[in-house]
């Protein structure tokens, strides 16, 4: 017979379920540069040096199917596309800054 899940079983999922996320190559990037508010594409490339174009665009779709960011167009001449982290987003940026500040705290490698 099998107990029913604790919540600690249910935090573990949980948490192993947002690292695989926030573990993909390049959120965590992403995240951090979409962190001073509404960023063009070509400015978020240009902060996460590495990042093609192409893998730009496919990172941002899952961050967008998952609730994190926003995408913006403006009607200007010639369109401009914002990208901008929602409050889920903006959440979730506010625990990888408090893992990063362990990361530094703790003196683990930066790169």
Do not use: C
Request: charged content about 25%.
């Amino acid at each position: 017979m099998h107990s029913p899940p604790t919540r600690n079983d249910e935090d573990r999922v949980r948490l192993s379920a947002v690292l695989e996320f926030v573990g993909r190559r390049w959120i965590g990037a992403i995240l951090l540069g979409l962190g001073h508010g509404p960023t063009r594409f070509g400015e978020i490339q240009r902060q996460a040096p590495g990042l093609s174009a192409r893998m730009l665009t496919v990172r941002l779709r899952e961050l967008e199917a998952a609730g994190l960011v926003e995408r913006a167009v403006e009607p200007t001449m010639p369109v401009t596309v914002r990208y901008r982290l929602t409050q889920q987003g903006e959440d979730l940026l506010r625990s990888l800054q408090g893992l990063a500040d362990y990361g530094r705290r703790w003196g683990l490698p930066a790169g």
